[in-house]
Nanobody, 124 residues
Framework: QVQLVESGGGLVQAGGSLRLSCAAS????????MGWFRQAPGKEREFVAA????????YYADSVKGRFTISRDNAKNTVYLQMNSLKPEDTAVYYC?????????????????WGQGTQVTVSS
C-alpha cells in the first residue's frame, strides 16, 4: 500500500501563486508515476499534471501548461505542484494520485492510490 497526504491548498487572489505538496509513504518503490487531478463542484475529476517517477518526464493539461509546474523530491518521496498565475477557474479540490503501472497518465480510473484532497480557491 501507498499512502498519500496533500497539503498547501488555500485561498488566493487571481494572479497569485500556491504550491501543493504530496508526501508518499509505504511501498513507494512500487510507484511508476504520480499525478495531480482536480474536481470542481458539479464537474468530473480532470487531469492537471503528472510526472513519471523513473525518468522525470512531465505532462500537463493544456489549461495549466505554462502556469503550473510538477516536480518531485526523491529524498522526501514528495511531489509538488507549483501553481502560478492562478485564475478563478482553477478553483477546485486538488487530489494527488499514484499509479504502479506505466501509461495512460490522463485517466484517473487507472491510478491506484489517492490522497484526501486539498481545497484551492481563487478569488476574482
Amino acid at each position: 500500500q501507498v499512502q498519500l497526504v496533500e497539503s498547501g491548498g488555500g485561498l488566493v487572489q487571481a494572479g497569485g501563486s500556491l504550491r501543493l505538496s504530496c508526501a508518499a509513504s509505504g511501498r513507494t518503490f512500487s510507484i511508476a508515476s504520480m499525478g495531480w487531478f482536480r474536481q470542481a463542484p458539479g464537474k468530473e475529476r480532470e487531469f492537471v499534471a503528472a510526472i513519471i517517477w523513473s525518468v522525470d518526464g512531465t505532462y500537463y493539461a493544456d489549461s495549466v501548461k505554462g502556469r503550473f509546474t510538477i516536480s518531485r523530491d526523491n529524498a522526501k518521496n514528495t511531489v509538488y505542484l507549483q501553481m502560478n498565475s492562478l485564475k478563478p477557474e482553477d478553483t477546485a479540490v486538488y487530489y494527488c494520485a499514484a499509479k504502479t503501472r506505466m501509461g495512460m497518465l490522463y485517466n484517473p480510473t487507472l491510478y491506484d492510490y489517492w490522497g484526501q484532497g486539498t481545497q484551492v480557491t481563487v478569488s476574482s
